[in-house]
């Protein structure tokens, strides 16, 4: 059974960077992994992924490069590094685990999921 715990959110001013961590328990090695987030009132969306073999990572076209993932098998740790945060980045991240598979944006497909870290950034 795989167990997902991101960390490191919190409260930033626009412009600043924030690194979140996901850590695993039970083996990830050959998952694909994934950042989601949810905004108030709105649907869960993809921000990026990587696949168990490294290809990728594939992120969301909105980012513009603000957003980068990277991963530590050895570890079990899957990391999203964000830069130059905007408000419209305030949000509840997840981490997601995929058993099979590349990355894919649709959430259905992953098969399990962190509780979540709140991010909020103030203009």
């Known amino acids: 059974q795989v167990q997902l715990a991101e960390s490191g959110g919190g409260s930033v001013q626009a412009g600043d960077s924030l690194t979140l961590s996901c850590a695993a328990t039970g083996s990830t090695v050959r998952y694909t992994m994934a950042w989601f987030r949810q905004a108030p009132g709105k649907e869960r969306i993809f921000v990026g992924g990587?696949?168990?073999?490294?290809?990728?990572?594939n992120y969301a076209d909105s980012l513009s490069g603000r957003f980068e993932i990277s991963r530590d098998n050895n570890k079990e740790t899957l990391v999203l590094q964000m830069n130059n945060l905007k408000p419209e980045d305030t949000a509840v991240y997840y981490c997601?685990?995929?058993?099979?598979?590349?990355?894919?944006?649709?959430?259905?497909?992953?098969?399990?999921w962190g509780q979540g870290t709140q991010v909020t950034v103030s203009s």
């Open positions: 990587i696949s168990w073999d490294g290809n990728g990572p």
């Open positions: 997601a685990g995929r058993r099979a598979g590349r990355t894919v944006e649709d959430g259905t497909r992953y098969d399990y």
